[in-house]
């Protein structure tokens, strides 16, 4: 049986009185694009910062490669972030870098790279995600799908072991969704590891290797894109993703 590259068992979050997230379990193996789905409030984006320890959990325990990771040992905590890449909804780029000095910096000033191997990894990097001609421009210069991608390219060059993508097209107009989507789905189909929380159902039900409805903090059911938009065990899971399906269009 395959070992999870990374298990989460059993995590809860609660701000104050409210719990936003309830006892989540989860296992991911090499390879896997597992897709978070649910209405806003689901807990999918506390979740995921859960599991990078942008936001400590209450409960719970997680591992990569089979290694716990504690909260306290801050320098395994600080390796561990290296490994588990995270892109968010609004790029969290520096304004006054440039594109290439926003993907090289992590490089350097983490990972204590030369600056001359920083550039050319960066490089390659923005080169993969379609941005050769864009190295040398500040965020304010691109694009919103140019900023999303200036992010991928950061976090691929650290070298990630999964990668974890939290609704990186919600931001974005309607006709930059594809340019980042067309990364992602390279990405998958290069054997990336990810979680990923989108309402992109057709872009979930063609490259997921699961879908996972959440809703009020708790994963309600887990399953193939198939049978999640298809063939759902839970009536709240039907309805939730018949109206998806309305808003966002055919999953087939």
């Known amino acids: 049986m395959e070992t999870p590259i990374l298990r989460i068992e059993n995590v809860s979050k609660r701000y104050g009185k409210k719990d ?17 789905i649910g209405p806003s409030g689901a807990g999918k984006s506390t979740l995921l910062q859960c599991i990078n320890f942008l936001v400590k959990p209450d409960e719970g325990r997680i591992w990569l490669e089979g290694r716990e990771i504690h909260y306290a040992q801050k320098r395994d905590l600080y390796a561990y ?27 350097v000033k983490v ?26 421009k500040y965020p304010a210069q691109l694009s919103g799908g140019q ?65 996972i409805f959440m809703e009020d903090g708790r994963i309600v059911e887990t399953g193939t894109p198939e049978k999640i938009f298809y063939q759902a065990e839970c009536a709240r899971t039907r309805e939730f993703c018949s109206k998806i399906t309305e808003l966002y269009g055919e999953t087939r």
């Open 81 to 107: 972030r290296q490994k588990v890449g995270m892109i968010f909804q609004d790029f969290n780029l520096f304004d006054h870098l440039s594109a290439l000095e926003n993907v090289k910096i992590g490089m």
């Open 147 to 211: 900023k999303q991608r200036v992010s991928i390219a950061r976090a691929l060059a650290m070298d990630p072991k999964v990668m974890l993508l939290d609704e990186p097209t919600s931001a974005l107009d309607p006709e930059l969704i594809g340019e980042v989507l067309a990364v992602i789905r390279d990405l998958g189909l290069a054997g990336m590891t990810m979680i990923m929380a989108t309402h992109q159902i057709g872009f979930a039900s063609s490259l997921a290797c699961e879908i």
């Open 20 to 36: 936003v997230l309830k006892g989540a379990s989860l296992d991911v193996n090499k390879g896997d694009l597992k897709i978070l």
């Open 111 to 136: 990972r204590g790279m030369a600056h001359e191997q920083a550039q050319e990894r960066a490089v390659m990097e923005l080169e993969r995600v379609g941005l050769k001609e864009h190295l040398h």
